[in-house]
């Protein structure tokens, strides 16, 4: 998913839980290339308005360094889902871990 134009999707009416793949461009080592990217990522989701987010997709096996999204960029993320939508549970999942859907 790397067109975050939500005006492009139904309308999904209420929405229990989102999974997201994050990606915020090819670069995940400049903050001023990715921010922009990101930003627009938690704002296409947050449209969503769900009750539950998955930030997923972190440390991808096989990518180089300046491609890989780490907790530290979903951390960002994750606040930035709370400053649109405080009233959603934002989880970034860790392998190894349960989750409760």
Do not use: Q
């Amino acid at each position: 998913m790397r067109d975050y134009d939500f005006s492009d999707y139904p309308d999904f009416g209420n929405v229990d839980i989102c999974f997201s793949h994050l990606w915020a461009g090819n670069d995940s080592i400049n903050e001023s290339l990715y921010m922009p990217m990101l930003k627009k990522y938690a704002d296409f989701n947050s449209a969503f308005h769900a009750k539950k987010y998955f930030l997923c997709h972190l440390y991808e096996l096989g990518r180089e360094e300046k491609y890989l999204w780490s907790y530290k960029h979903a951390g960002i993320a994750k606040d930035m889902f709370y400053g649109n939508i405080p009233e959603s549970t934002v989880e970034i999942p860790k392998l190894g871990s349960s989750y409760e859907l």
